[in-house]
């Protein structure tokens, strides 16, 4: 599968990348590889395996749930930082 440059443009503003036109034609043909690796991957015969959720073989230990005391909201904000009435203030992480 073949990257044009375009594609490559608007990878690299998606992910917030920076690079030369020359970086640009070696990511182009650098993706375009792993494109062609990865649609190798499409011709293996997957009919019989079982889907994997993990590569450990370790088995949770689970415990009980137990009902116990816990803060009442009051507490709670009363070791706030900031707060705003009822709620918990907090840094603004998106824009």
């Known amino acids: 599968m073949k990257i044009d440059k375009e594609s490559i443009k608007k990878i690299a503003h998606l992910a917030r990348l920076e690079f030369d036109e020359n970086s640009a034609e070696k990511m182009s043909k650098d993706m375009s590889k792993i494109l062609d690796w990865v649609e190798q991957l499409n011709e293996v015969d997957t009919s019989n ?47």
């Open 49 to 95: 395996v079982e889907p994997l959720t993990t590569m450990s073989s370790e088995v949770n230990d689970m415990r009980e749930d137990k009902v116990g005391t816990h803060m009442s909201h009051d507490e709670a904000l009363k070791n706030a930082p900031k707060r705003d009435s009822d709620y918990f203030r907090v840094p603004k992480v998106l824009e």
